[in-house]
């Protein structure tokens, strides 16, 4: 399917849009999308919630399920902690307290996809105090890939004291559960 | 270290240093945005809980010093005039949002200005960290430093799938937007920065002009920032926009030496008209100074003016922005009375140079 847009580029993203009550069935391509504002793109310092708001305006219905309303009619989910509503966080697109995160979660991964480039897990710092096993699966995880490329490379002995590594610091994760 | 220091001097302490690649990039910025695990965002938050942060912060870190970033002070927002409340912003120490929810907000602003901590901000904690110059592997890595000391007393939510929780979704993650600014007067005057744009968009970066209504850039001063903070890891997101940055630094040297060759006398004329008109006009609105310092910096930064500071385009473009105007007054001040301050102050600060 071309772009409905360029009729250059092939659709990539796909929306049926609804505003005002209508339903309208969107293909367009990722430059299109950014172009013609089917996709905000938020600024700093900027007020966010207008992104967030068009976001949901878009409800990610996939296409081919012509029930759309299936999204609406799911039980109301709230924050224990904060009292926030998912419907609360739809219209303001801000979150309460760090356990909307948690109460949430299930329905986040499009939100995220969409604001962060398809991404909805995080790769960087990890606090240092409540780290603990993290730091030691990240480092697990970096060592995994270097085992992976020695072993790439042919460079067995150099692999063989990764993999002892990895071992060990694995044997003192398990000790640390125990 | 008291409020006052901050409020008379123009620029910062840090600026008045040169940092790499400084004929082009003015400043680079990591901020990182943190919450207390325990209490809700500052949005929905109860006074009470945002008033126990804020006592938090100044029983903690007031007065305290973390390496080369001492004696911090501790600023509540409440207790500052509109004036001083814009010359902060102006500055950068905090942002318009602070400022405007004054209630339970506070900074924290170290002695060289070089680190301000936001509090009760979006988020319970922001942290900048500026350096001059382009550095941005350098501020990251003291970011992380000072998050770590901050982190010895804060216990931070975050969770092991999303990372650092945020109050807005696009921040979540890492927290972080890195940025820089950037003076393009060649690539802006050529109309190539324009073309520009989209590319860099689609790697996620953000292009926005600053001292400028909406997207109009005055002064040709640029901020690149990353979009995505999740997903990706804080020193990739750093390297992707260095990439960037490293590029965009080549293209406007090369459009600096073009427009030399092809149209030198026409730049002369633009740069040394620009310099006749800060030095002796009377009356002179924001923009029109903003885009003669702009020229005139391109005229220091091309070796055509000699003899003046590099800082002044820097220096001016704060001074002569009506909260500092007004703070320089002591009282406040109509459009046209900024305009007669802001010429005289100009031409001040010109005569300093000789
Ligand atoms: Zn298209
Ligand atoms: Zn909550």
């Given at each position: 399917?071309?772009?409905?847009?360029?009729?250059?580029?092939?659709?990539?993203l796909?929306?049926t849009?609804?505003?005002?009550g209508t339903?309208?069935?969107?293909h367009?391509?990722?430059?299109?999308?950014?172009?013609?504002?089917y996709m905000?793109?938020?600024?700093?310092?900027?007020?966010?919630?207008?992104?967030?708001t068009d976001?949901?305006n878009?409800?990610?219905?996939?296409l081919?399920?012509t029930?759309?309303?299936?999204?609406?009619?799911?039980?109301?989910?709230?924050?224990p902690?904060c009292k926030?509503?998912?419907t609360?966080?739809k219209?303001?697109?801000k979150?309460?307290?760090?356990?909307?995160y948690?109460t949430?979660?299930?329905?986040?991964?499009?939100?995220?996809?969409?604001?962060h480039?398809?991404?909805t897990?995080?790769?960087g710092?990890i606090?240092t105090?409540k780290g603990?096993d993290?730091?030691?699966?990240?480092?697990?995880?970096?060592l995994k890939t270097?085992?992976?490329n020695?072993?790439e490379?042919?460079?067995?002995?150099?692999?063989?004291t990764v993999?002892?590594q990895?071992?060990e610091?694995e044997?003192?994760?398990?000790g640390?559960?125990? | 270290m008291?409020?006052?220091?901050?409020?008379?001097e123009?620029?910062?302490?840090?600026m008045?240093?040169?940092?790499p690649?400084?004929?082009?990039v003015?400043?680079?910025?990591?901020?990182?945005?943190?919450n207390?695990?325990e209490?809700?965002f500052?949005?929905?938050a109860k006074?009470?809980?945002?008033e126990?942060?804020?006592?938090?912060?100044?029983k903690?870190?007031?007065?305290?010093?973390?390496?080369?970033?001492?004696?911090f002070?501790?600023?509540p927002?409440?207790g500052?005039?509109?004036?001083e409340?814009?010359?902060?912003v102006?500055k950068?120490?905090?942002s318009?949002?602070?400022?405007?929810h004054a209630?339970s907000?506070a900074?924290?602003?170290?002695?060289?200005e070089?680190?301000?901590?936001?509090?009760?901000?979006?988020d319970?904690?922001?942290?900048?960290?500026?350096?001059?110059?382009?550095?941005?592997?350098?501020a990251?890595?003291?970011?992380?430093?000072?998050?770590?000391?901050?982190?010895?007393k804060v216990?931070?939510?975050f969770?092991?799938?999303?990372?650092y929780?945020?109050s807005?979704?696009t921040?979540?993650?890492?927290?972080?937007?890195?940025?820089?600014?950037?003076h393009l007067?060649?690539l802006?005057?050529?109309g190539?920065?324009?073309?520009m744009?989209?590319?860099?968009?689609?790697?996620?970066?953000v292009v926005?002009?600053?001292?400028g209504e909406?997207?109009?850039a005055?002064?040709n001063?640029?901020?690149?920032?990353?979009?995505?903070?999740?997903?990706?890891?804080?020193?990739?997101?750093?390297?992707d926009?260095?990439s960037v940055?490293?590029q965009?630094i080549?293209?406007?040297?090369k459009a600096?030496?073009?427009?030399v060759?092809?149209?030198?006398?026409q730049l002369?004329?633009?740069?040394y008209?620009?310099?006749?008109?800060?030095?002796?006009?009377?009356i002179?609105e924001?923009?029109?100074?903003?885009?003669?310092l702009?020229?005139v910096?391109?005229?220091?930064?091309l070796?055509?003016i000699k003899?003046?500071?590099?800082h002044i385009?820097?220096?001016?473009?704060?001074?002569?922005?009506?909260?500092?105007?007004?703070?320089?007054?002591k009282k406040?001040l109509?459009?046209?009375?900024?305009?007669?301050?802001?010429?005289?102050l100009?031409?001040?600060r010109?005569q300093l140079?000789?």
């Open positions: 399917m071309e772009c409905q847009e360029c009729q250059e580029r092939p659709a990539t796909h929306f849009q609804v505003m005002n339903k309208k069935e969107v367009v391509c990722e430059v299109c999308a950014k172009e013609k504002g905000t793109y938020p600024e700093e310092g900027y007020s966010l919630h207008n992104l967030l976001l949901f878009f409800e990610s219905v996939p081919g399920n029930n759309g309303d299936t999204f609406r009619q799911t039980k109301e989910l709230q924050c902690q926030m509503t998912f609360e966080f219209r303001i697109g979150f309460g307290c760090a356990t909307c948690h949430f979660s299930d329905r986040l991964d499009p939100v995220f996809r969409r604001v480039s398809g991404n897990k995080h790769h710092k606090p105090r603990g993290l730091h030691a699966k990240k480092q697990v995880e970096s270097e085992l992976k020695l072993i490379n042919e460079a067995f002995e150099k692999a063989a993999r002892d990895i071992k610091i044997k003192q994760m398990r640390d559960d125990a | 008291t409020l006052q220091q901050f409020m008379n123009a620029i910062s302490p840090w008045r240093e040169d940092g690649d400084s004929d082009i003015l400043s680079s910025r990591i901020r990182l945005a943190r207390f695990a209490a809700s500052p949005l929905i006074q009470e809980v945002l126990e942060i804020k006592v938090f912060f100044q903690e870190y007031e007065h305290q010093s973390f390496q080369d970033y001492q004696d002070a501790f600023v927002i409440r500052l005039s509109p004036v409340k814009r010359v902060l102006e950068h120490l905090i318009p949002h602070l400022a405007k209630e907000a900074t924290l602003i170290s002695e060289n070089q680190v301000s901590v936001m509090i009760n901000e979006e319970h904690i922001r942290i900048q960290m500026y350096f001059p110059g382009f550095q941005l592997n350098k990251l890595k003291k970011a992380f430093e000072f998050d770590d000391w901050l982190e010895e216990n931070y939510a969770d092991e799938t999303r990372g929780l945020t807005c979704p921040n979540v993650g890492t927290g972080m937007r890195a940025s820089v600014m950037m007067p060649a802006a005057i050529t190539q920065l324009n073309r744009i989209p590319a860099i968009n689609q790697l996620g970066l926005r002009g600053i001292y909406g997207s109009e005055v002064g001063v640029f901020q690149i920032s990353n979009q995505i903070t999740l997903g990706k890891s804080e020193e990739d997101i750093v390297e926009l260095q940055v490293k965009l080549e293209h406007e040297r600096r030496s073009r427009l060759d092809q149209s030198g006398t002369e004329d633009r740069i008209r620009s310099y006749g008109v800060l030095e002796y006009s009377r002179i924001s923009m029109e100074a903003a885009k003669c702009s020229n910096r391109l005229g220091i930064d070796g055509i003899n003046v500071s590099r385009l820097n220096e001016l473009m704060i001074l002569t922005q009506p909260g500092f105007l007004q703070q320089y007054a406040t109509t459009a046209n009375e900024r305009d007669v301050l802001r010429a005289s100009i031409r001040e010109l140079e000789k």
